[in-house]
């Protein structure tokens, strides 16, 4: 990853990548199916991020590609507890936690101000022209955009009374 963001940088140029989210400690039965569920709540302030261009809870737009009976998280009791051996559904199912970890991914695109030159227009003239940006500029946003992306989920929780009691956002980060 750090010779891919340094090989963007020696070419004047930037990089995209993906920040992996969870959240442990939840309990089931956060959320609802409409409206005031986890994925709407949670999305739409992901969204609010400038450079985020997608959001996918669990394996997202990977279990597009399965049967439901490779998807679906089969469920069990350990200690009194219904959990899943699995966690496809990124620990929401219908809007709702099921009580596993919380777990989502967010797309950050590449920074727009590279040092290469860029077609663009000149809104004053009405013309095409070059736009050639200076100054310093992150080759590679991502690293940065980590503790946006937790304190987002922590905003979007908040928001559901009571459930961060004794929950903890952990991010990683690759491209």
Known sequence: ??????????????????VECAVTGLPAGIGGPLFGGIEPVLSSILFGIPAVKGVEFGDGFGSCALRGSQNNDPFYFAAGTVKTTTNHAGGILGGITTGMPLLFHVGIKPTASISQNQQSVNLQTGENQILSVHGRHDPCIVPRAVPVVEAAAAVALINFEGILSGGKSEGRWRT
């Open 1 to 18: 990853m750090a010779a891919l963001i340094e090989e963007a940088r020696m070419s004047q140029d930037s990089v995209g990548g993906i």
